[in-house]
């Protein structure tokens, strides 16, 4: 069945573009044709000696790609697929790829690891392989580079699989394995280091391990050792197990803490920087424990608290913070420029934040006098780590500790963002003055720190920085945009609204900079634009009205842009992104009173047409922000939406379609709701078509599960808006709430996550119900409904039962419990007097804190006893 497939996998890397693209045809074809033959050839080649690296190397990449995809539904057909092979053919790959790994080639021993584990991963869980653990162990013996194989395929193992496919008794002997191959007995640095990589993934194995004292201590004197390796990837990768131990084992540490907090200050200020970041990471790790524990429980400890805080950053924080402000003077000389850069200066500044977070105001004191001693200083590099330690620290503390020292060093910043000679500490001030208007800046806050004195003096400072180095200017506009949203609340007056005809010029003319595509500029324009226009008061209603037609003018010329190559064409769409979501903001401002949204709809044929025409510009795709306006559009404009429907419609459909971006199938939706709302019941020519294809995407395997709530709250909208005339529809829907509803009933055993992802389903097929009682309310067809009642009745008793209910699905559902009573009268009054738990329910939501809950449960209570009474 194998064929000799060496030419075709070295063509297949071929520089000349003919020659490859014929050999992937030859192997999709072979692979379509002969998938047995296929899988064979290709093992077949990895574990040959004879053959050249490179087509070995590939013959297992593509073996790996054959056993796994990204997408959920793929990775379902390709697992399938090798389950159903001959288990003959099964057999004959696997002994070639463990036969891989004693190969001489580094290359193909490592590819052959990674392959094993995606069989493993696929088989272990089905009971299948189980002689696998056992034959790599017994490689333990064998020469360096076979131990080194092996120790690497454990590692990708625990990776691929889950902790509780495995017997306590395999993850016993794999551990065993990993720390001997860790040990500084062992002389060779590549086993040493595949042990220490796969250490790392086998961590989440270890529970029964880490909780024995013994056992723990072994592996953590082991850890520890492997930071002082001679070998700087050892070290690093030792430290890469301290991070995950800090956050899995958390509760295990306290013996440790102080060993590790030696080695970790000594990496910090004498190691390689890939080793010291890694240390640094293992602080910061312990802050985002800390910080969890304690926005859990607040601070009172009982005896139900799950995990302890041990108060590890408070009691480090006198020689903590001085090591993390010395790396803050490790700068690197281009670091603002490079989006992703990563250095020392980052990751201590970054850590400083978070022990900030975690201990509050203890923490200002210690950095206050680093600070003052180098915010002066001549050499720059001073300056700018002062000037970071202030940003890094302004989350955490209350405002009461901060506001008198930010009120003195206001001034200074202010200067130094105009009038320092270097472009890092202007870049740093910039962000820092961000900082203080986001977190001691706003309604909430007692003091206030921007006063009618100073506001000007801010505004001015803010809007010449825009016209600075883009990195500076970018973060001129993030303050300014924090700027803004401090007004956000106060509905009378704003003190920006003198500037606000400036400010909006200011910011139009950063989007038009030459070079506003570099440091995120121009997006950061826009998002502030949007800010200020979103936080203004109704007195400068005059001016928003003047920049729709400018707006609508930079949209317009994107359209007209002709030939453009793919790269171009992807920044013409950004562009659109940007101006589409601008007029929705303007849209979204102006719809809100009556006087600004009969002004504004003069413009909202223009508008629509251009929207269209974004549309029309994507072949495959629909434009997210271009939908999310027009739904913007369609609630301005209400019932008289409708003539912009037969136009549109193809683009909703092509939206609702798209499984693959699943974001913009999830926006679309979302539209769907706001156009029911806007049209009501003319939407009802285009209501077949947009429930076919809803009911398509919940049957689908392919589309992103969280699609499938907002989904159901459009039944809802739909009904709601369609009434009656959603009767031929409920046959369909009704059976498919039904099931979702018993499937989201029962969550025994999930996680956080699953709980969430759960509690966003219920309230979507509650917000379905809920809409469709409302709209068949008061119609002689309200009869139809009356079998479905004791299924909704179940589930709110299964889901009361659970005690997992957030408070949305708290009020949605007590909401459903009267829109049921409400619509279907004393047909509904028997069967809510039978139900187990309605009466507790009602009971325990009319009591509750939450005054939205309580409102709502005593409106159901009052549609509950007129049922009951009749």
């Known amino acids: 069945m194998a064929m000799e497939v060496t030419q075709v996998l070295l063509n297949a890397q071929s520089v000349d573009s003919t020659v490859r693209k014929h050999a992937e045809e030859t192997l999709k074809q072979f692979q379509e044709q002969n998938l047995p033959g296929f899988l064979l050839s290709l093992s077949g080649e990895l574990a040959s000696e004879e053959k050249p690296v490179d087509s070995r190397k590939l013959a297992g990449l593509i073996l ?7 997408e959920q539904h793929r990775k379902y057909e390709l697992v399938q697929r090798w389950l159903s092979l001959d288990v003959a053919v099964k057999i004959q790959i696997k002994t070639c790829l463990l036969q891989t790994l004693s ?4 290359d193909a021993r490592s590819t052959a690891s990674q392959v094993i584990a995606k069989v493993a991963g696929i088989e272990l869980p089905q009971k299948q392989w189980p002689e696998l653990i056992g034959s790599l162990l017994s490689n333990q013996q064998l020469p360096a580079h076979i131990k080194q194989a092996t120790l690497e395929t454990l590692g990708y193992l625990c990776e691929e699989v889950s902790p509780d496919v495995m017997e306590q008794d395999q993850v016993n002997k794999i551990l065993t394995a990993v720390v001997q191959g860790m040990n500084a007995e062992e002389e060779n640095n590549d086993v040493r280091l595949a042990a220490t990589r796969s250490l790392y993934n086998a961590l989440s194995f270890a529970q029964a391990n880490f909780n ?3 056992e723990r201590d072994f592996i953590m004197r082991v850890v520890c050792q492997a930071t002082l390796s001679p070998e700087v990837k050892i070290r690093q990768a030792a430290f890469e197990c301290l991070v995950s131990i800090s956050s899995t084992y958390y509760e295990k540490l306290p013996p440790y803490i102080q060993d590790i907090f030696s080695i970790t200050a000594k990496a910090v200020r004498e190691d390689e920087e890939p080793v010291a970041l890694q240390a640094i990471e293992f602080w910061s790790s312990i802050c985002d424990e800390e910080i969890d524990i304690l926005e859990d429980y607040g601070g009172d400890f009982t005896a139900d608290s799950d995990v302890p805080c041990y108060n590890f950053i408070k009691q480090a924080l006198p020689a903590l913070v001085p090591m993390l402000l010395e790396t803050l003077l490790k700068q690197e000389e281009d670091q603002d420029q490079d989006e992703v850069a990563w250095n ?29 001693e180098n915010i002066t200083k001549p050499d720059w590099r001073q300056r700018e780590a002062a000037t970071y330690a202030f940003g890094s620290i302004l989350e955490g503390p209350s405002p009461d500790k901060l506001t008198p020292i930010v009120n003195g060093a206001l001034n200074f910043m202010l200067t130094a963002l105009t009038k320092d000679a270097n472009s890092h500490v202007k870049d740093t001030t910039a962000w820092t003055l961000g900082r203080i208007f986001e977190f001691l800046h706003g309604s909430t806050v007692e003091i206030p720190i921007i006063t009618p004195a100073n506001c000007q003096q801010i505004v001015t400072v803010l809007l ?3 016209k600075d180095a883009p990195n500076v200017a970018e973060k001129a506009c993030g303050a300014l945009y924090f700027l803004a949203q401090g007004y956000g609340d106060v509905a009378a007056s704003s003190p920006l609204t003198p500037f606000f005809q400036e400010i909006v010029q200011s910011l139009l003319t950063v989007t038009h900079r030459e070079d506003a595509g570099e440091s995120r500029l121009r997006t950061a324009a826009y998002e502030a634009l949007n800010e200020v226009v979103r936080c203004s008061t109704d007195e400068t209603t005059p001016m928003i009205l003047q920049l729709v037609p400018v707006i609508m003018m930079e949209l317009h010329q994107t359209l007209e842009a002709q030939k453009l190559s793919s790269d171009e064409r992807e920044k013409q769409s950004e562009l659109q992104g940007l101006l589409s979501g601008c007029l929705q903001v303007i849209i979204q401002k102006l719809g809100a009173s009556e006087p600004t949204k009969y002004a504004f709809l003069q413009y909202a044929d223009q508008i629509m047409s251009l929207f269209l025409r974004v549309f029309a510009c994507r072949s495959a795709t629909v434009h997210e922000e271009a939908m999310l306006a027009i739904g913007a559009l369609a609630y301005a404009t209400g019932p008289d939406f409708a003539k912009y429907m037969p136009e549109f419609y193809k683009y909703l459909e092509m939206g609702l379609q798209n499984f693959e971006e699943y974001q913009v199938c999830a926006v679309t939706v979302g539209v769907v709701g706001d156009l029911c709302r806007a049209l009501e019941d003319k939407i009802i020519p285009y209501c077949d078509g947009i429930m076919t294809q809803l009911l398509k995407d919940l049957s689908s395997k392919q589309l992103h599960r969280s699609v499938k709530p907002p989904i159901f709250s459009c039944f809802g909208d739909i009904a709601l808006a369609i009434g009656e005339n959603f009767e031929k529809y409920l046959m369909y829907a009704m059976p498919m709430l039904q099931s979702a509803a018993e499937l989201s009933a029962h969550t025994s055993g999930a996680d956080d996550e699953t709980l969430d992802y759960t509690n966003l389903l219920r309230n979507g097929i509650l917000e379905a119900y809920s809409g469709i009682f409302q709209g068949f309310k008061n119609s002689p067809k309200t009869q139809l409904l009356i079998p479905y009642a004791p299924h909704i009745l179940q589930f709110l008793d299964s889901i009361y039962m659970e005690k997992d209910m957030d408070d949305v699905v708290m009020k949605t559902a007590i909401g459903v419990l009267g829109d049921l009573a409400d619509t279907l009268g004393s047909n509904a009054g028997s069967l809510i007097q039978q139900s187990v738990s309605s009466k507790d329910f009602l009971i325990e939501c009319l009591s509750s804190d939450d005054h939205l809950i309580k409102e709502s449960a005593e409106w159901a209570q009052m549609a509950i006893s007129r049922a009951i009474s009749v």
């Open 344 to 372: 020392l200066a980052m990751a201590g500044g970054t850590c400083l934040g978070l022990v900030a977070r975690t201990v509050g105001d203890d923490i200002v004191p210690l950095v206050m006098p680093f600070i003052e």
């Open 64 to 70: 790996k790609n054959a056993l796994d995809a990204k």
């Open 464 to 466: 010449q920085s825009m």
């Open 103 to 106: 190969s001489l080639a580094p």
């Open 212 to 214: 024995n004292d013994m």
